[in-house]
């Protein structure tokens, strides 16, 4: 019997929490769950998450479907502020299931500053939003 019964949810680091949220609500169609910060005066977040007591977080939890993710911007004096490539320690992409290849790729090559990388067939194709996540995505067959 596995322990695990499933993923909540997934978070993403985003170096802007605005910027990211408007891109997936307004380009993607991603619905926003709720949104918050931390610390707040009664709760300190430094052990909760492995951050020093001046670090902060503001985050969004958001929804596609029946599947959530959470974009988190971090503050920080001691910040690295430079996306992983997908072949650096801590690389990550987020692949999404779409109704539409085609359809998708004509709206995002609407946007200023998304990058579409090569197509892999027709099942998927990477895209790099203006912010610099990577998303894979997914042919509504692959």
């Not at 019997?1 to 997936?24: N, R, W």
């Amino acid at each position: 019997m596995s322990l695990i019964t499933g993923v909540h949810h997934a978070g993403f680091s985003v170096p802007d929490l605005e910027q990211a949220l408007q891109f997936f609500t307004e380009v993607l169609g991603f619905e926003l769950l709720s949104q918050g910060a931390l610390p707040t005066p009664d709760d300190p977040i430094a052990e909760q998450f492995d951050v020093e007591p001046d670090e902060s977080v503001r985050f969004a939890f958001l929804k596609a479907g029946s599947d959530t993710i959470e974009l988190i911007e971090w503050a920080s004096p001691r910040q690295q502020r430079q996306m992983p490539r997908n072949v650096d320690w801590g690389g990550r992409h987020l692949a999404l299931k779409t109704s539409g290849l085609e359809q998708t790729l004509a709206r995002l090559r609407a946007v200023p500053g998304v990058r579409i990388l090569k197509p892999r067939g027709e099942r998927f194709v990477y895209v790099q939003t203006p912010f610099g996540m990577y998303l894979q995505l997914m042919a509504p067959n692959a």
